[in-house]
């Protein structure tokens, strides 16, 4: 641990930045991981603090923009905010913190804009579902007078990765409960006319971001249609090689791109 610290310092020194990828659960983990050769399991739970239960896989050198950490941090947006705001805390406290944050994962993807296999990058992250329910339909959370429910990573990062990976860009909505019918996928795009996909992290992600002042990516790989609950229609295992294989291709942006250059 002290000699991964010291590295970091090294890292930091020389100008080059340090990603954390958050995905929620380990097999989305495993298949960002494949994509930066020569990773092996190991776990760090001074490093990360309470988020060391979920055994972060490190590079070995300086690939992905420097210094790069992928953790499994739970299903949801409040376990993923909690575990992504302890691993930001506890680095910052090594004083290796992390200059970007990427949620990263498979998710639904709206029809036709998203094919199930492609991958998407948000231009916009927002919380779909944030809000409440009143007799004229929903209202979020900030026409309540409260709180965000956007996140807008960096918008040159965004471009340049998703011509990198060959992604779609558009908003990608963070749900609470996924979506089982065609009335609610109605609903969703009417709402977001912009929205590419669903997933149920990438709003907790940019929120412990955002307190941290850490730049946020969210880049999701489609298994399957937004809209009726149909398992036999699900593509898990190609959205997971979209996954690797799309972020195969993003180690020289991340490489390249400098948060202090914006």
Request: glycine share 14%; hydrophobic share 45%.
């Amino acid at each position: 641990m002290e000699l991964q610290a010291r590295e970091g310092r090294l890292i930091a020194a020389a100008g080059l930045g340090r990603v954390l990828i958050a995905t929620a659960v380990p097999v989305e983990r495993d298949a960002v991981a494949q994509a930066f050769g020569g990773i092996s399991p190991g776990s760090d739970d001074a490093a990360l603090g309470a988020v060391g239960r979920a055994h972060p896989f490190r590079t070995g050198g300086t690939t992905a923009h420097g210094w790069t950490d992928v953790i499994d941090v739970g299903v949801g947006p409040a376990l993923a905010a909690a575990s992504v705001a302890s691993a930001l805390t506890a680095a910052s406290l090594q004083g290796t913190p992390y200059d970007l944050v990427v949620s990263a994962g498979i998710g639904g993807g709206f029809q036709p804009d998203a094919p199930v296999g492609s991958l998407v990058v948000a231009d916009e992250i927002v919380a779909a579902d944030l809000g409440a329910e009143t007799p004229d339909g929903f209202v979020p959370v900030t026409e309540l007078g409260f709180g965000t429910v956007r996140h807008q990573p960096p918008g040159d990062l965004v471009r340049r990765v998703a011509e990198a990976a060959g992604a779609r860009t558009g908003a990608v909505l963070t749900v609470s409960t996924v979506t089982g019918t065609a009335a609610r996928a109605t609903a969703l795009r009417e709402r977001h006319p912009t929205a590419l996909a669903e997933a149920m992290e990438g709003f907790g992600v940019a929120e412990a971001a955002g307190a941290h002042g850490v730049p946020v990516l969210e880049i999701r790989a489609v298994s399957n249609p937004v809209g009726p609950r149909d398992r036999a229609a699900w593509r898990i295992g190609d959205a997971l090689a979209a996954l690797t294989e799309g972020f195969g291709k993003l180690v020289p942006v991340l490489e390249s791109w400098n948060r202090h250059d914006q």
